[in-house]
């Protein structure tokens, strides 16, 4: 599922720049462009999102990046009533371990109710831009998206 055009490790340390999607930076550029990305494990099958320059499962550097679906289904869930502070007018908030089609699993907060979601619930990954209090955050992360998963018939 390669779509060409980024790396393929074993990663070189000039290779693993703020540009790179194997580093959160770059993993964000392109998800500010709808482009969900993982690297996949040549060795064993794994898929890490967001991408890693090694596999955290069996440690091969092997690996390529790959372009996600943005749909899936909740995993897991729970409910965060003390959210960090840049968060605290959304409370409580519902986040999930959200399974994508590709079985890959990415966490994230679901625009919905904690009761109104259950495992198995279908999702879409939606992208927004930052719009929380900006001072609350780190400086490089003002710029990143917000990713939200939305409930999906
Ligand atoms: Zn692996």
Do not use: K
């Amino acid at each position: 599922m390669t779509d060409g055009g980024y790396p393929e490790g074993p990663l070189g340390p000039d290779e693993i720049t703020a540009e790179s999607p194997f580093t959160l930076p770059g993993f964000f550029d392109a998800l500010s462009d709808a482009d969900l990305l993982a690297a996949e494990c040549n060795d064993c099958d794994a898929v890490l999102v967001p991408p890693r320059p090694a596999c955290h499962a069996c440690g091969s550097r092997q690996v390529s990046i790959s372009e996600q679906p943005r749909t899936g289904t909740v995993y897991s869930y729970t409910e965060v009533r003390r959210p960090p502070t840049a968060f605290e007018d959304l409370a409580p908030l519902t986040i999930a371990v959200v399974e994508l089609d590709s079985g890959a699993r990415l966490t994230g907060r679901v625009d919905a109710a904690y009761d109104d979601i259950e495992i198995g619930t279908p999702v879409e990954l939606t992208v927004r831009s930052p719009d929380v209090e900006e001072e609350a955050m780190l400086s490089y992360e003002r710029e990143w998206p917000l990713h939200v998963f939305e409930t999906r018939d």
